[in-house]
């Protein structure tokens, strides 16, 4: 028997299918810098490349595996944004489908090369902004703006390079097990100037657990709040 909120996620997937999109440039203090194009690896590219040839999705029952941090497969980017702590990057989607409603959160890690490997602190989050059943949403806000977000990189962060993880959770599906979907994307930031703090803390396979509040959530109901998942908010 089909749920309100079963119907509403088939007919979101049906007509959202390959829609899904991924960070195709980023911007800091003017510059524009390639991001990454699924299954491609570019050596001016600042965004790590994955095997999202379908700009998919990983599941929760894979949030314990290496895939949660970059994507699936990922690789890390060569080429890096500079910038200076306390300062914006503007993370531009190629697209997003306004069907896939859900929270915005960004991460910085001190840069590693194996995805596996990297330890972030939550930066930035933005999840439920208003109403409910489906309500308006981070994600909404993200597709009002041209398909782009902005975020500061912490003003006491230190000198060196750095993972920025930004992502987006789709909760068309969530009220269903294995039902919510991540979007991550990893984009080497390195930081020119600034404070004396690396922000880290916190593997990616730790992040998120399936049953998690945040996670299996009903989008398609009365609620007056949304728990964000994930660690604490990094306080700079």
Not at 40 to 54: E, K
Not at 198 to 216: C, I, K
Request: aromatic residues 10%; hydrophobic residues 35%; positive net charge.
């Amino acid at each position: 028997m089909f749920t309100k909120s079963l119907l509403v996620a088939v007919l979101a997937a049906v007509s959202s299918v390959n829609a899904h999109g991924h960070v195709a440039r980023v911007i800091a203090n003017g510059v524009t810098y390639p991001g990454a194009v699924p299954g491609n690896v570019s050596p001016q590219s600042v965004g790590w490349s994955a095997n999202n040839l379908d700009n998919g999705f990983v599941e929760p029952n894979s949030a314990g595996s290496p895939d949660i941090a970059c994507h699936k497969s990922a690789r890390a980017a060569s080429s890096f944004v500079r910038v200076s702590a306390g300062q914006s990057v503007t993370l531009q989607w190629n697209t997003w489908p306004d069907s896939h409603k859900g929270p915005v959160i960004d991460y910085l890690a001190p840069f590693n090369t194996n995805a596996g490997s990297l330890s972030f602190a939550k930066i930035a989050q933005r999840g439920l902004v208003s109403g409910s059943n489906p309500g308006r949403w981070a994600a909404d806000e993200l597709v009002s703006n041209g398909n782009s977000w902005t975020v500061t990189i912490p003003s006491s962060t230190a000198p060196g390079q750095y993972v920025l993880r930004h992502e987006i959770i789709a909760l068309h599906a969530a009220g269903n097990q294995n039902g919510a979907q991540f979007y991550p994307q990893c984009i080497n930031v390195e930081v020119t100037s600034g404070g004396s703090t690396r922000p880290s803390g916190t593997p990616a396979t730790s992040f998120y657990r399936s049953n998690d509040p945040g996670v299996l959530f009903n989008l398609y109901q009365s609620f007056s709040s949304y728990p964000i998942p994930g660690p604490s908010l990094f306080r700079a």
